[in-house]
C-alpha cells in the first residue's frame, strides 16, 4: 500500500462519524502529510477513498513522478496559457472552488468536510447551500501519532543537524560572527543531505542568548560567554528541533547556575516522559525545578511541542494544554532560563514517547562547560 493510500485511511472513519460525502483538505502542510509533496493546492478525497489531487500547472510534470498512479492528479491554472499538451489533466477556472462546483457536481444536500472552513473555497460552497463541517483538529490529531516512516525521516533529520552543528562547533566559535555561524549550520546541513533547514538557525551569544527566538546577527563571539544554537534539519518533508547552549572559555558563576538549573529541568521533564502523561505536568516538572532555583518569571515559553512536518505541531507541552501524551507522539522538551543583560540558557532534544518512556532521537551530547 502507497503512502496516500496509508495516510487516507487514517481518516477514513470521517465519513460515517460525520455523514460526509467528501472531505477536502487544503492546508498545504496537511497535503503534504497525506500526499508527500509539498506543492499541493486542493486534495479531495471520496467514500471509496479515491483521491484527487490538484497543484499549479507548474508542478504537474514533478508530482507527477513522486506520486505516479496514487492518485488522480490534476494540474490548476487560470488561464490556458499556452494550450495543454497531449498528456497535461488541466482544470482552467478563476476559482478551487468550481472543481467541486462543476466537475464534482456537488450540490446543498451535499456534506463536506474541510479543514479550513474560512477558506474561499468553503465559502463558496457555504453560499450555494452546501454545508461544511471543519475537520482540521481531527486531521492534527492523527498527524501526531507518527508511524514508522515518519519516525525514520526525523531521524535522519536529527542525525543531519547533529553532525552539522558537531563539524561547525569542531571549526570553534569565539571570534566568529552569529550571521557566520548560522551559514556554516546551513551549508552543512545541505551538503550533509537535508532538503532545507526546519527553520532559520538561532544564534544568540552573550547577553543575545536572553532573547528566545533571537535573530541572529554580526556580533562577534566572545570568550567567557554562552551561545545558544537552536537548530534544525528538514529531511524528506520531516522536522527536526534541537537547541545546545555552549560556554565559549570560562564562564561566570551566574552562567553556570543558569545552565545547571535547566539542565536538571530538562533532565526531569525529559524522564517524565511517557503514554498517558498530561503534556501540562511535564511543563510542571521543568517549571517547578526553574522555580526551585529562583528562575521562575526567567522561563517564559512552554517546555515543548510536537514536530513533524511543521517544525511546531501539536501537543503543546505547556501549563494550558489538555491533552495526555500517545505512544509515537515525537515532541521535543526544551526548558531555559533568559535574563536581560545577563544572557539565557536553553537545552532542547526531540524525543519519542514510547510504551516504555522517552527515547532521544536528537542524541547530541549536553556540553555545558
Known amino acids: 500500500m502507497g503512502l496516500i493510500n496509508n495516510r487516507v485511511r487514517k481518516i477514513a472513519n470521517l465519513f460515517d462519524e460525520l455523514s460526509l460525502d467528501i472531505i477536502v483538505v487544503l492546508d ?12 499541493g493546492l486542493m486534495l479531495v478525497i471520496d467514500r471509496s477513498l479515491d483521491t484527487t489531487l490538484i497543484v499549479p500547472r507548474l508542478d504537474f510534470q514533478r508530482v507527477q513522478d513522486i506520486v505516479g498512479n496514487e492518485a488522480r492528479l490534476i494540474g490548476y491554472s487560470t488561464v490556458e496559457v499556452p494550450q495543454r499538451r497531449s498528456d497535461e ?76 552543528l558537531d563539524k561547525v562547533l569542531k571549526v570553534g566559535l569565539e571570534g ?23 527553520f532559520k538557525p538561532i ?41 545546545r547552549t555552549i560556554a565559549v572559555g570560562q564562564v561566570s558563576k551566574e552562567l553556570r547556575d543558569m545552565a545547571l538549573a535547566v539542565l536538571e529541568a530538562y533532565r526531569k ?11 501540562s505536568e511535564v511543563d510542571s516538572v521543568a517549571r517547578k525545578v526553574l522555580s526551585e532555583y529562583g528562575y521562575s518569571s ?7 511541542h510536537g514536530v513533524g512536518i511543521e517544525v511546531h505541531e501539536k501537543p503543546v507541552i505547556g501549563p494550558s494544554s489538555n491533552e495526555e501524551l500517545r505512544t509515537n507522539f515525537v515532541i521535543t522538551i526544551e526548558p531555559g532560563v533568559y535574563i536581560k543583560g545577563v544572557g539565557g540558557v536553553r537545552i532542547e532534544d526531540t524525543i519519542l514517547v514510547t510504551e516504555s518512556g522517552p527515547r532521544l532521537i536528537s542524541k547530541y551530547p549536553v556540553y555545558l562547560f
Open 28 to 39: 498545504g502542510t496537511n497535503i503534504s502529510y497525506f500526499t508527500g509533496i509539498d506543492s
Open 269 to 279: 521533564a525529559v524522564n517524565y516522559v511517557k503514554p498517558g502523561v498530561k503534556a
Open 89 to 164: 489533466v488541466l482544470f482552467v477556472s478563476k476559482g478551487l472552488g468550481d472543481y467541486l462546483l462543476k466537475e464534482l457536481g456537488l450540490k446543498p444536500n451535499n456534506i463536506v468536510g474541510i479543514d479550513n472552513t474560512d477558506s474561499p473555497v468553503a465559502k463558496e460552497l457555504g453560499s450555494v447551500g452546501i454545508k461544511t463541517i471543519n475537520i482540521n483538529d481531527r486531521v492534527l490529531g492523527v498527524r501526531e501519532v507518527k508511524d514508522e516512516d515518519e519516525i525514520r525521516l526525523i531521524e535522519e533529520a536529527s542525525k543531519i543537524t547533529e553532525d552539522s
Open 298 to 304: 526567567y522561563y517564559i515559553h512552554s517546555t515543548g
Open 176 to 198: 566568529r560572527r552569529e550571521n557566520e555561524i548560522a551559514a556554516m549550520l546551513y551549508r552543512e546541513m545541505i551538503d550533509g543531505g537535508a532538503d532545507d533547514v526546519a
Open 203 to 243: 544564534v544568540a551569544s552573550g547577553p543575545n542568548g536572553a532573547y528566545p527566538h533571537h535573530v541572529f546577527t554580526n556580533r562577534v563571539i566572545r570568550r567567557s560567554e554562552f551561545v545558544t544554537i537552536d537548530v534544525g534539519a528538514r529531511y524528506h518533508l520531516y522536522c527536526t528541533d534541537m537547541t
